[in-house]
């Protein structure tokens, strides 16, 4: 069983520019969510994906954006980077009903630096 | 508001000892109540979590739990700490229905000393 893998693990960002991360969710999972991770803090809600629809988001702008695709690997867009959006960006992924549930199986995240 | 508390930002244990962290909760609904580790350079691991029935749920490498609806607590505890647990921890809180919307504690992080 392959778990939740995630590309990059580490990239280095200028303020104003733009990234995509990327993610591929566990076998059999149907949903993706994202988190953003801050230096010495939990982990932050972005938001969830369900069949290829934004399906809940937290309190971040619309800079923040997402794409699940049909084989349920998913993206998170990031546009006009600041500073703060350096963090450690988790991809979790669950199964059917996990999704409401909040049993999440997290990779290993991406790691942004914005200089 | 709903939040989670994690009193502890550091613990040092030594191997063998007992171990507990803390974690309070705030939260509107019913909540279903989690505990994730995070090793250094590494995703989230589930180590257990808590929907409803018995209020002491066990989890994977030992760990167990207890939910103690009056004291709004989920705390974790271990009876014999292992220096492969030095990690960092994190409580969580959702509900049914909250789309993957997982409420995060900042993190206990956890030493062992030999």
């Known amino acids: 069983e392959t778990g939740v893998t995630q590309s990059p693990t580490h990239l280095i960002k200028t303020r104003g520019q733009q990234v995509t991360l990327r993610c591929s969710s566990q076998s059999g999972h149907n949903t993706v969510s994202w988190y953003q991770q801050a230096l010495g803090q939990g982990p932050q809600f972005i938001f969830q994906y369900y069949r290829e629809e934004e399906n809940g988001r937290g309190n971040f702008p619309p800079r923040f954006s997402g794409l699940q695709f049909p084989n349920y690997s998913s993206e998170l867009n990031v546009n006009a980077l600041e500073l703060d959006d350096s963090a450690l960006y988790l991809c979790?992924?669950?199964?059917?009903?996990?999704?409401?549930?909040?049993?999440?199986?997290f990779g290993e995240g991406s790691r942004l630096t914005v200089l | 508001a709903q939040s989670v508390t994690q009193p502890d930002i550091h613990i040092t244990v030594s191997e063998g000892a007992s171990l507990e962290l803390r974690c309070n909760y705030s939260y509107g609904a019913t909540p279903y109540l989690f505990w994730y580790v995070q090793s250094p350079g590494q995703g989230l691991q589930l180590l257990l979590k808590y929907f409803s029935g018995d209020t002491l749920v066990q989890g994977i490498k030992g760990f167990e739990a207890e939910f103690k609806r009056s004291q709004s607590s989920f705390n974790l505890r271990k009876p014999s700490v292992h220096w492969s647990d030095a990690a960092e921890y994190f409580c969580?809180?959702?509900?049914?229905?909250?789309?993957?919307?997982?409420?995060f504690g900042k993190g206990t992080k956890l030493s062992v000393k030999p």
């Open positions: 979790a992924s669950s199964g059917p009903g996990q999704g409401t549930t909040g049993e999440l199986f």
């Open positions: 969580a809180v959702g509900a049914r229905g909250s789309q993957g919307n997982l409420i």
